[in-house]
């Protein structure tokens, strides 16, 4: 590996901001105390620091050694936390009850910070570059926020770069690919409304449950039976509630859940045939229903351009045979998304560690910790990335 010696310098510097910010960990637009310490140790480097886009939002601003180019381009890292009771005992846990980095946001920002401290200090580029540490990438879209508030128009670039730790993939291995890579994002609830009745007199009342178990078994014919074997769409009911008592067919039933689709065509047809379906089938037991549906993230794509750009970068720290370019696209999503809709760019896997092994375990799981062994790969990884985009 030919990772950035000056970079593995300060690798305990950047494992302790990591720390700190993974003992203090804040959710969707109150990174507050995140985005304070992002802003202080940028202005420490001596970068130009803009605060405010999407609230918690910050943004570095950084001239290469000469600008005769004129070019920009930029990097993003995520700081939000999630709703998540850590279980993990170490002295760096989380201090925030029911709080938790449990998807490695608290190591972006790190690495990011790592790479902007190298940036500041060697200058050797020659353009612009723009380091986004946005909010609220779990569910409530602050990427999407920057950018409706302006993000590109106040600070242009010609692409913007992502990159998230993947759990399972080795410490020193990159994966990318060109195209759609992550699904997008969709919510919906289901309020099925029959008639509330004596549990033993089913005949005087309109049972919800039984309805709406039928609207759980229709919804899995969407994936099997409505599209096609090659596209890729997974509908997932997470939530089921209905009743209160043993003897009461309850009023009414609310049935939750998320769709993850790829291509806009498939998407677009998911909120009609949910619909449908489950229309047809309260009418079919004298039930109504309302139907909420939410698109929340569109699938993420990468221009192939800038993913070739991404994995040369790549090649140069890790090496060319740690570089998978041409992964399997993954069924989760990122609000990154937005950022690419309005930018061309690409967004990389950097393996965190595989399972038994520290970061090994999935993002999203209680005991999950950001492995602190891939700072400088991924620091390394936004410096070189600047310096091959921008040479001098
Ligand atoms: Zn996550
Ligand atoms: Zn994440």
Redesign the pocket.
Known sequence: MAVINRIAEFHDEIKGWRRDIHAHPETAFEEERTADFVAEKLAEFGIQVHRGLAKTGVVGVLDGQSNASGRAIGLRA?MDALHIQELNGFDHRSRHDGKMHA???DG?TAMLLGAAKYLAETRNFDGRVTFIFQPA??NEGGGRVMVEEGLFDQFPVEAVYGL?NMPGMPVGTVSLRSGPAMAAFDIFEIVVTGKGTHAAMPQLGIDPIVTGAQIVSALQTIASRRTAPMDSVVVSVTQFHAGDTWNVIPETAVIRGTVRSFKKETQDRMEQDIQRMARAICESQGATMTLRYERRYPALVNSEAETGIAAAAAARVVGEDKVVNGAEPLMGS?DFAYMLQAKPGCYVWLGNGTEGGPGGCA?HNPHYDFNDDIAVVGASYWATLVEQVLPR
Do not use: T
Request: some cysteine; glycine content about 10%.
């Open positions: 995520d998807c490695g946001h972006h990438e779990e998230h990122e993002v």
